[in-house]
T-cell receptor, first 114, second 113 residues
Framework: EAGVTQFPSHSVIEKGQTVTLRCDPI?????LYWYRRVMGKEIKFLLH????????ESGMPNNRFLAERTGGTYSTLKVQPAELEDSGVYFC????????????FGSGTQLSVL | GDSVTQMEGPVTLSEEAFLTINCTYT??????LFWYVQYPGEGLQLLLK?????DKGSNKGFEATYRKETTSFHLEKGSVQVSDSAVYFC????????????FGTGTKLQVIP
C-alpha cells in the first residue's frame, strides 16, 4: 500500500513568488490534514479536509494560503505571494474514518523563501 | 485551547542509556495521547498511543503511561540504540470537535555509540 506522498520534497523560491505544494493521501482516506513546522518549533495545524470539504481551516495563517482538494483525492496548498516567514516544513497527513485515530504522514516539503 | 509541552532538546545519550522525554498537556475533556517519531529524511510515524487514563502505550521498547492526575505522558526506554536517533513528538487528539491533533515542539534525540 502506498503511503502519503508529497511533492516537491524541497522548494526554494524568492519572496513574492508563488509555490504550490501537493499531497497524495493514502487511497480511501477521507481525512486529509496540512501541518507546518517552522524552525524547530511545534508542528502547527493548518487545516483539515473531509473528502473535498474543508472541515476546519482555523490554522491557516492568512489569505495568502489557499488549500484545495478537488474530488476528494489529492490536495494542493498554494502560497501566493510567499513571504520569508512562510519558510518551514509542510507536512500532509491522512486518516481513515472518524473512528480511526492514526495519522499517516508524508515526508514533508521543505520550503525556503529567500 | 489544547496544548502540548515537551522537554527541549537536543538530548544526547550513550548507547544503552535510559531515556526519558517529558511531555505534559492541557486539554478539555479526555484526549487521546500519542508519541510520533521522525527519523532523518522521513515523515512522522506513530510510535505509540494511549486513549484513556492509566493506559500504557508501548512499541519497540518505548513506553508511555497516560497520567491524568499530572496531565503527563512521558516517553521512556530502558536501553537506547543508535538507531533510535530521531525527533520525537508528543501529541494529543481531543475527542470532540474535528479531532484535530495538537503537537509539541519535538525533542531531538541523538544516541552515540
Amino acid at each position: 500500500e502506498a503511503g502519503v506522498t508529497q511533492f516537491p520534497s524541497h522548494s526554494v523560491i524568492e519572496k513574492g513568488q508563488t509555490v504550490t505544494l501537493r499531497c497524495d493521501p493514502i487511497s480511501g482516506h477521507d481525512n486529509l490534514y496540512w501541518y507546518r513546522r517552522v524552525m524547530g518549533k511545534e508542528i502547527k495545524f493548518l487545516l483539515h479536509f473531509v473528502k473535498e470539504s474543508k472541515q476546519d481551516e482555523s490554522g491557516m495563517p492568512n489569505n495568502r494560503f489557499l488549500a484545495e482538494r478537488t474530488g476528494g483525492t489529492y490536495s494542493t496548498l498554494k502560497v501566493q505571494p510567499a513571504e520569508l516567514e512562510d519558510s518551514g516544513v509542510y507536512f500532509c497527513a491522512s486518516r481513515a474514518g472518524t473512528k480511526n485515530e492514526k495519522l499517516f504522514f508524508g515526508s514533508g516539503t521543505q520550503l525556503s523563501v529567500l | 485551547g489544547d496544548s502540548v509541552t515537551q522537554m527541549e532538546g537536543p538530548v544526547t545519550l550513550s548507547e544503552e542509556a535510559f531515556l526519558t522525554i517529558n511531555c505534559t498537556y492541557t486539554a478539555t475533556g479526555y484526549p487521546s495521547l500519542f508519541w510520533y517519531v521522525q527519523y532523518p529524511g522521513e515523515g512522522l510515524q506513530l510510535l505509540l498511543k494511549a486513549t484513556k487514563a492509566d493506559d500504557k502505550g508501548s512499541n519497540k521498547g518505548f513506553e508511555a503511561t497516560y497520567r491524568k492526575e499530572t496531565t503527563s505522558f512521558h516517553l521512556e526506554k530502558g536501553s537506547v540504540q543508535v538507531s533510535d536517533s530521531a525527533v520525537y513528538f508528543c501529541a494529543l487528539m481531543n475527542s470532540g470537535g474535528y479531532q484535530k491533533v495538537t503537537f509539541g515542539t519535538g525533542t531531538k534525540l541523538q544516541v552515540i555509540p
